[in-house]
C-alpha cells in the first residue's frame, strides 16, 4: 500500500513572513534529505523534504506560494492532513569538515543534516543565503547544534553581500572542506558544483513531482533520473552528466521551463 | 515494449527504458496542445495493483518534436501514442509523429479518465472506424489502437477498428477504479476517480485478449499486468503477438524488462517451445 496516512497538524510555526514550519506524528525512521508527500485532501499533495524529525514527530518546512503551499500555511494544528513516505535516497555524510550551503528556503532541508552531522561531532560550515534579512531563518537552530553559521543577503541587509556561491566559495579556499552538501535555487548550486572540483559534493534537487513512486517520468533529470526515487539527492559526479541541472525544469505538462 | 504513460514523457527517461532493454517503446498520450494533468495525488498504490488519474499530461505535440528527435538514431521502434476528439486532430497528431520519425502511432481510445477524450472515442464504434480509417489514409507507417475494458463488447470495438485498417489491437488499458480514504471521506485520487492497473487486472486483460484475437484478423498487443515471464506467456497463449509493460517498472524496477525477457526464455526452453509465434493462441482449444 502507498497511500496517505491521515494524521494530525500539531504545531505550526512561523519562520518569516511566509515561511512556516508544520509537525505532525508520523512514526518510523527517515534520513535526512528524504521527503515526505503531503496531501490535504481537496487540494492537493506535493512532495516536502524534512526538516524537523523525532522518533514520532516529523516536520517541514515551506513557503506560502502555491495553492497547496497557501492552504498549509493557514491550517491550524489538530487539521487532518495525509502524509505518505518517506521518499527518496537522503544524504551520505562523510568527511571530517562539512560544508552546507543553503539558498532561501532550501536550507530548511539541510537542518536535520548538520544536526546529525553535529551529532557525530563533526565539524559543520553552514552558509545560508537569502536575498534580505528579513528571510532569514534556522540560524539560531544551527548554531545550538553547534555549527559555523555564516549569512549571505543579496541586499547586504545583513552578513556578506552577494551569492551565497561566493561565501562559499571563500569558504572553499580559506578551509579545508571534505564535502560538500547543498539545496536551493539550481544556478546557484551549479556554480557550487564547479567550485567543487575533486570535493565530494551532493544536492537535493526540485522538479514537479506527481507520482512520487518512480514510474509517470514527471520528475525526470538526465537519462531517466527519477527525482523522486534515485534523488532527490545526487552526487557530482552525476550531476555532471545532467543536462538539464541548473538550466531547466519540466512543468506539469512537460515543458521546459529556463531557470 | 513499454506501454504509455510510464517514463516517457521526454527522451532521457525512454532513453533509460530502452538501456533497461525494452524491446520498443509507446510514448506518453500527446495531444494538440499542452495539458497539465490532474492536481496529486495522481498515483496510489493499492493491496492489488496502482491506481492512477495522471489526467493525460503532455507538452503537446509540437513541444514533443524535440523528444522524439532525440530518439530518431535509436536501434528500437518509438511508437508514438497520441489522443484527440476527433479524426481530424488524431490525423494531424499522426503526422507529426510520423514526420518524427515514429515506427507506428498508437491511437489512444481508452483513457478512462480524461473528458472528451480516450474511453469517450473508443466506445463508439462508428466514431473510432472513422477515425482508425481517416489516421490510416493519411500516414504511411503502423496503426495501432489502444482498447478499453470499460465497455460492454470490446471484440465489437476491435472489429471497428480493424474495419478502419487498423494494423494492431492493443488490449487492455486500466480499469476504472476509485479509492476512499475512511478517516476524511475523501477520495484520495483529485480526480476521485482513476484506472487501475497491475497485476490485480491481468486476468481481465487476458479475457480481453482471448476474445479479441480470436474475432480479429489483425494481431492483438497484450497489456495488463504483465510482471514476471509467465504473465507474458499466458498473453500469448490468449492469442497476443507481442505484449508492453507497464506497472511492473514500480513492482520490479527499470530493469523488469531484462527480467521479464529472461524469464520468458527459460519458461520456453524447459517447455520445449523455440519461438513466441508457437505460444500466440495455444489456449483455443
Known amino acids: 500500500m502507498n497511500i496517505p496516512t491521515i494524521t494530525t497538524l500539531l504545531t505550526s510555526t512561523t519562520e518569516t513572513v511566509d515561511v512556516k514550519t508544520i509537525t505532525f506524528r508520523y512514526p518510523g525512521a527517515v534520513l535526512p534529505g528524504q521527503f515526505f508527500m503531503i496531501w490535504i485532501p481537496g487540494v492537493d499533495e506535493i512532495p516536502m523534504s524534512v526538516s524537523e524529525m523525532s522518533k514520532k514527530l516529523k516536520g517541514v518546512t515551506f513557503r506560502n506560494i502555491g495553492d497547496a503551499t497557501h492552504a498549509l500555511y493557514h491550517l491550524s494544528p489538530g487539521s487532518k492532513i495525509g502524509v505518505r513516505g518517506p521518499y527518496g535516497n537522503g544524504f551520505t555524510l562523510t568527511g571530517k569538515h562539512l560544508l552546507f550551503v543553503g539558498g532561501g528556503t532550501g536550507v530548511a532541508m539541510l537542518a536535520p543534516a548538520v544536526e546529525h552531522a553535529r551529532k557525530r561531532k563533526l565539524k559543520s560550515t553552514v552558509v545560508i543565503g537569502v536575498k534580505t534579512k528579513n528571510e532569514l531563518f534556522f540560524e539560531d537552530r544551527f548554531r545550538r547544534c553547534g555549527a559555523t553559521v555564516l549569512v549571505s543577503t543579496d541586499d547586504g541587509s545583513k552578513g556578506h553581500k552577494g551569492f551565497a556561491s561566493d561565501l562559499a566559495k571563500e569558504v572553499l579556499t580559506k578551509e579545508s572542506i571534505d564535502a560538500v552538501y547543498t539545496c536551493g535555487p539550481e544556478p546557484m548550486m551549479k556554480t557550487l558544483l564547479s567550485a567543487c572540483r575533486t570535493i565530494p559534493f551532493q544536492a537535493s534537487l526540485d522538479r514537479y513531482m506527481k507520482c512520487s513512486i518512480g514510474i509517470c517520468g514527471q520528475c525526470c533529470v538526465g537519462t531517466g533520473l527519477r527525482v523522486c526515487v534515485d534523488g532527490p539527492i545526487f552526487d557530482g559526479k552525476t550531476l555532471q552528466k545532467v543536462e538539464d541541472f541548473g538550466v531547466y525544469r519540466r512543468d506539469a505538462a512537460g515543458r521546459k521551463i529556463s531557470f | ?285
Not at chain 2, 532513453?15 to 495539458?35: E, F, H, L, N, Y
Not at chain 2, 489502437?145 to 488499458?173: F, T
Not at chain 2, 521479464?260 to 519461438?275: A, C, F, I, R, S
Request: hydrophobic residues 45%; negative net charge; proline residues 4%.
Open chain 2, 1 to 285: 515494449m513499454l506501454a504509455s504513460g510510464i517514463m516517457d514523457e521526454d527522451a532521457g527517461s525512454m532513453q533509460r527504458m530502452i538501456d533497461c532493454g525494452a524491446g520498443a517503446i509507446v510514448t506518453k498520450s500527446i495531444g494538440i496542445q499542452p495539458r497539465e494533468g490532474y492536481a496529486n495525488p495522481t498515483v496510489l498504490e493499492l493491496e492489488y495493483g496502482l491506481l492512477n488519474a495522471m489526467g493525460l499530461p503532455n507538452p503537446g505535440i509540437d513541444e514533443y518534436g524535440e523528444e522524439m528527435k532525440k530518439l530518431q538514431k535509436s536501434a528500437i521502434p518509438i511508437i508514438g501514442s497520441i489522443y484527440a476528439a476527433d479524426a481530424a486532430e488524431f490525423v494531424a497528431l499522426a503526422l507529426k509523429m510520423e514526420q518524427y520519425g515514429a515506427a507506428g502511432v498508437e491511437l489512444n481510445a481508452s483513457c478512462p479518465h480524461a473528458k472528451r477524450y480516450g474511453l469517450e472515442v473508443g466506445c463508439d464504434t462508428t466514431l473510432l472506424q472513422t477515425i482508425v480509417s481517416s489516421v490510416k489514409d493519411q500516414v504511411h507507417i503502423p496503426v495501432f489502437v489502444k482498447l478499453s475494458p470499460n465497455v460492454v463488447n470490446i471484440v465489437e470495438i476491435a472489429q471497428a477498428a480493424e474495419k478502419g485498417n487498423a494494423d494492431a489491437i492493443v488490449a487492455i488499458n486500466t480499469v476504472k477504479g476509485m479509492k476512499i480514504d475512511l478517516e476524511t471521506a475523501h477520495p484520495i485520487l483529485a480526480n476521485r476517480t482513476g484506472g487501475y492497473s497491475g497485476k490485480a487486472i491481468k486476468p481481465i486483460g487476458v479475457r480481453c485478449v482471448f476474445d479479441i484475437a480470436q474475432n480479429v484478423n489483425i494481431p492483438v498487443i497484450g497489456v495488463g499486468g504483465i510482471t514476471t515471464g509467465e504473465d507474458a506467456v499466458e498473453y500469448f497463449m490468449a492469442g497476443a503477438s507481442a505484449v508492453q509493460i507497464g506497472s511492473a517498472v514500480y513492482y520490479r524496477g527499470p530493469d523488469v524488462f531484462k527480467h521479464v525477457y529472461k524469464e520468458l526464455n527459460v519458461w520456453m526452453d524447459t517447455h520445449g517451445y523455440k519461438k513466441i509465434a508457437e505460444l500466440v493462441g495455444a489456449a483455443y482449444q
